[in-house]
C-alpha cells in the first residue's frame, strides 16, 4: 500500500520539486510567449503603418499586442491560467485585424 501514510519523506521532497519545477516551466512559457507574440504584433502595426490602408488595422496589431504584452506580466508573475486567455485574446484580436484589410 502506497498511500500518503506509506510515503517516504523523500519521495513527498521529490513530488514537491517537480511541481516547483512544472510551475517554474510555465511562468516560462508564459511570459515568453507573451512577449514573442507583443513584439510580433508591434512589428506587424509598425508594418501596417507605414502601408496605405485603414488606420483600424495597425491599431488592433497594436491592441492585441498590448494584451499580449499584459499576458506576459501576468504569466511572470504565477497567472499563468490568465495569461492563456488573454495571449487567446490578443491573437483573436490581432486576427480580427487582419480581416479589416
Request: glycine content about 12%; some cysteine.
Amino acid at each position: 500500500m502506497n498511500g500518503p501514510a506509506n510515503s517516504e519523506p523523500s519521495d513527498i521532497q521529490e513530488e514537491y520539486d517537480g511541481q516547483l519545477l512544472d510551475a517554474r516551466r510555465a511562468r516560462w512559457t508564459a511570459s515568453g510567449t507573451g512577449a514573442l507574440l507583443a513584439l510580433a504584433g508591434l512589428a506587424a502595426a509598425a508594418l501596417r503603418a507605414a502601408g496605405s490602408g485603414p488606420a483600424l488595422v495597425p491599431t488592433a496589431y497594436a491592441c492585441g499586442a498590448a494584451v499580449c504584452a499584459l499576458a506576459a506580466v501576468l504569466g511572470s508573475r504565477g497567472r499563468t491560467r490568465r495569461a492563456l486567455w488573454l495571449l487567446i485574446i490578443g491573437v483573436m484580436v490581432m486576427a480580427l485585424g487582419d480581416q479589416f484589410d
